[in-house]
């Protein structure tokens, strides 16, 4: 589990969380959160690591604010178990120690360490549906027990404390994902799912390990929900939904967005329904036209999209937001660099154990069957993508496919990286094409709105050539 400084700080993080919560169980909240933002500003004093804590508390001493009714209601719902075990390994060991020690790790191994991984257990699924990657695979590949401990294993030791599952469905392999929990019960788990497989066992499965969070897709109202997944499914996921909130478990939603869908998913009255379900967290996914068969007509309109940015970060402002944590890949680069792919942040390992560069971006030189993670990283693939970040320095324009299709299609001929897609190979002059349109037209939208708004500044960026400012 690391060294014995390190066990012995996760230690004393476990007690004085076991502290906070049993006082805060009393009542005397405010008080007890004030404290846990002051022992958070100690462990990180020295480090890179920006906390802004006066900020924090502010809010949290204003009962009104979003972000003190969000932690009142997480409180109030959330099982102990399940509450203290996400604090300590994804509060503590992700967010704090993780990050510091992956930062260190790039230091020494001059590759990007992703602060997270993504891995496939199985391709295999119950749906089939419009726009998604994993469709693109086929549904008869499977990583075994020991490849998904494997990568937790090589990645733990890098400081890699985080580990989504998507797939495929994920929880096909219900029994392995529990095990990896059991396993690794010092890192946090997030399996992203359709949902229709969550039941009553499993949840106590949750409950026990305490480690695992889901996503849930899920694409709208019934009708637009169900026209892409399929007749019955927005039914069977809010069944999963008040299983899961009735046993104190955590979960939140993954909605891709198109140009059919972007105004229903972020309606006030959708927001309200998945915040009144127990979510804690939404992720916005832009649509990619990933696959030889993908169309380009679900790209949303510049317009579009420039209304999802603005609704998106209204609807999780910790002061009047709507009591839902909203992440959007698209929108949202400037607050984590621009493009997190290719290792800076994180990277995809497919069922077939390919290391892709991203979930949307399916070519690789290197495999978990043949490489380590360190080799993976160390690819020239994975190299091209720590050579090149950012990909614009506009963060409005983050990925080198979807804004800038010029950069992908070179380092793919660069790097003699080949499709990891074993139905449909699609080169990637085919994927750049689909998207040049598309870049053409947000290109001047993104550059005014660039030029318009004020952008956080960071005193630590993982690229290549930054140097930290003084």
């Known amino acids: 589990m690391g060294s014995l400084t390190h066990i012995a700080a996760r230690t004393a993080a476990g007690i004085g969380i076991d502290q906070t ?16 933002i002051d022992l958070m500003e100690k462990y990180v004093a020295g480090s890179s690591i920006q906390v802004n804590g006066d900020a924090y508390r502010n809010l949290i001493k204003d009962e009104n604010s979003a972000l003190s009714r969000y932690i009142n209601r997480a409180l109030d719902e959330v099982d102990h178990n399940v509450l203290r075990t996400t604090v300590l390994n994804f509060g503590f060991e992700a967010m704090l120690n993780g990050t510091m020690t992956i930062r260190k790790m790039r230091e020494v191994h001059q590759c990007n360490i992703p602060w997270l991984i993504l891995m496939d257990p199985t391709s295999a699924c119950n749906l089939h549906c419009t726009g998604c990657w994993a469709a693109e695979y086929g549904n008869k ?17 890098l400081g890699v404390y985080f580990y989504m599952f998507t797939g495929g ?8 994902v529990i095990r990896l929990c059991q396993e690794f019960n010092d890192c946090q788990f997030l399996a992203f799912t359709n949902g229709t497989l969550v039941d009553e066992a499993f949840c106590a499965d949750m409950k026990r390990v305490g480690n695992l969070m889901l996503a849930i897709s899920l694409e709208g109202d019934p009708e637009v929900n169900d026209l892409r997944r399929g007749q019955g499914v927005y039914g069977k996921v809010m069944h999963a939904m008040d299983l899961l909130k009735a046993n104190g478990l955590i979960f939140g939603t993954s909605i891709c967005y198109t140009s059919k869908n972007c105004m229903s998913v972020t309606s006030p009255e959708f927001v309200k329904l998945m915040v009144d379900k127990g979510c804690r967290y939404a992720m916005y996914f832009h649509y990619m036209p990933v696959g030889n068969e993908a169309s380009v007509d679900l790209l949303p309109t510049p317009e579009q999209r420039m209304y999802l940015k603005d609704r998106i970060r209204q609807i999780r402002k910790l002061q009047d937001g709507e009591g839902l944590f909203t992440m959007d890949f698209q929108n949202d680069g400037e607050f984590v660099g621009g493009c997190i ?3 800076r942040n994180y990277f995809h390992i497919n069922a077939n154990g390919d290391a892709e560069p991203c ?16 080799e993976i990283l160390k690819s020239p693939l994975f190299m091209a993508y720590r050579d090149n970040q950012p990909f614009n320095e506009n963060h409005l324009r983050p990925c080198p496919m979807l804004e800038n299709p010029e950069i992908l299609q070179k380092m793919v ?10 139905q449909s190979p699609e080169s990637a002059e085919h994927l ?13 939208c993104a550059e005014k709105l660039w030029a318009e708004e004020k952008h956080p500044v960071h005193n630590y960026e993982n690229y290549k050539d930054w140097k ?3």
């Open 413 to 422: 001929a660069q790097t003699g990286a080949k499709s990891t897609d074993l």
């Open 359 to 374: 979930v949307f971006i399916h070519y690789s030189n290197a495999n978990i069957r043949t490489h380590t993670l360190l």
């Open 21 to 36: 919560l049993k006082k805060v169980s009393r009542g005397d909240r405010e008080t007890e959160l004030l404290k846990l």
């Open 141 to 157: 590949l499977n990583l075994t027990y020991e490849e998904l401990a494997g990568v937790v294993r090589q990645g733990r030791d």
């Open 169 to 176: 469905e994920p929880l096909v392999r219900k029994k392995d």
């Open 432 to 444: 750049c094409g689909k998207c040049r349109e598309y870049a053409e037209n947000w290109k001047p």
């Open 468 to 470: 930290p400012r003084n």
């Open 341 to 343: 792919a290719g290792g």
